[in-house]
């Protein structure tokens, strides 16, 4: 087997495109959405935040020439000749859909809702108003991801038959306030990335059985861990497992993507989940037939989940504004179906508890 050279991730050459407006100014736009724009050239003509203030400092650290003072001005002095990219609260969502243009195109920050009842509320609203819309379940197009995609495409691995998601970090979960008191965490809020990523590389499951626990030291939050199965027949294991909680240092901290196929292999180490938020290295392992026996690779990355990943779910947006297709990969139709699987796996948690 040869070099792999060529299984590498770049920043797309976007062109010509039209401004973004961000609706939100919270820590993900901080850290990820304008990162990621700054280095793809994508440009930002404005920002409203309820709190006018976290809008004002986003505007002066990324030079964002215009801070509205409601949706309804920004609205009025751009009407469709913009992307509106929300990044509220998913409780928030529908309200802010609500005053956007008809005929008009959006990114919604993920969760699409907190639940599939709100899921199908907001893709109404977008039926009904005729607005394109996309979620930002950006782990789709994380560097490392769309690498072990083109080794699929290539056939390189042969047939997947098996996907395992291990996370074993200590997350700190006081960083998202609205968390505590709401009724669902860890699926909703995290795994409900790699639920998305494991739809998007493997189809629709038959089914999906989940246990999602609490933690005693964490009294004020629902279920932080998680473990999740989806069923894809016979011959293919998907294994999703999470603990969030393990605060007992760097040494056993863990947090890989591995995909087994019947010609080889790729193990993603998601540095970033490790020692959260500063993070630690990722790293991309392959192994491939042909090769030495049993002898892994690495290959460099060029990128990391946050935030070259957020490139990828704006561009969808962008790549159907301009008629490059017909649809974004991350539509709320798509996105639909990941929130019903995050509802079906609560239901499965909910009832796998019950005395037997
Ligand atoms: N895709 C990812 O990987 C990822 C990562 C982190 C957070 N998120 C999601 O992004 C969303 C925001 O997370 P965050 O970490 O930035 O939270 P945050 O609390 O830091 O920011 C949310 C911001 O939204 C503002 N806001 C609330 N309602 C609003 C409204 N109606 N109009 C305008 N602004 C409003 C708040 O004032 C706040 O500044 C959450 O839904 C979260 O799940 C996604």
Redesign the pocket.
Known sequence: MGSLEHIRFDIPVIGQICPVLI???????EG?HLPAYRLAGIPVAGI????IS?ARRLSTVFAIPCVYDS?QQMVAENGCNCIYDI????S?IA??IRQLPGNSYALI???MGENEEQAAQILQLCRQKNIAAGV????RYAPYILMAKQMLSEGLLGDICDLEVYVNVYTPWH????LYGAPRVEIL?HSI?YIDLVRNILGEPAGIFAQTTRHPLMMQLAAVRSNIIMDYGDFVRVNISTNHTHDFGMHNQDAYIKIEGTKGAVKIKLGLLMNYPDGVEDSFEYIVSGGHPYEWKKLPINGSW?PHAFIGSMYEIIKARQGIIARPDNSVEDCMNTMRLVELAYNASFNFSKPL
């Open positions: 609706i939100g100014a919270g820590g993900i736009v990820a409203f935040d309820i709190d976290k949706i990044a509220v609260p998913g928030r309200e802010v920050q993920k969760p930002n379940f950006q782990l960083l998202w306030r609205f809020y990335h946050f």
